[in-house]
């Protein structure tokens, strides 16, 4: 019985956190942001990641500012979105995973590259989550 308990206590506690996992997070060095700012873009996709992803996780997010400066220059001109000024911009590379259900994505399938694009600082704001054409 006491067995058993335990078991139920295992399961229980696993169905609430099991799905409710955080991303491993990953913040390099930066000369434009502080890494409260950067931390707070990161909670800002953390936190708002299933309107953008019907189902599945968020499993890894990264800030690499090298990277992030690039495609400012290089894929932001490219995508359709509107901004206020791309001094602004931060780029946000993901792993996620798709769960049963995702549009043109398979199920069950572990994706690299998945960008976040958010305008801030003072408040953060996804302007744009996809992967680059």
């Not at 956190?17 to 930066?30: A, D, F, H, R, V």
């Not at 090298?66 to 490219?78: C, I």
């Not at 602004?88 to 996620?96: M, P, Q, R, W």
């Amino acid at each position: 019985m006491k067995l058993l308990r335990l078991a139920f206590a295992f399961l229980l506690t696993f169905g609430i956190t099991g799905c409710s996992s955080q991303p491993t997070e990953k913040i390099g060095n930066s000369e434009k942001y502080s890494k409260e700012e950067i931390g707070s873009a990161i909670n800002e996709v953390v936190n708002s990641y299933s309107q953008y992803l019907d189902s599945g996780e968020l499993l890894s997010i990264e800030y690499d500012e090298k990277e992030s400066n690039q495609l400012v220059v290089d894929y932001l001109p490219r995508l359709d979105i509107s901004y206020q000024n791309k001094e602004n911009i931060i780029f946000l590379n993901s792993t996620i995973k798709t769960g049963k259900v995702q549009g043109a994505l398979d199920s069950y399938t572990k994706y690299d590259n998945y960008y976040w694009v958010l305008e801030g600082p003072k408040t953060w704001k996804i302007i744009y989550a996809g992967f680059k054409n």
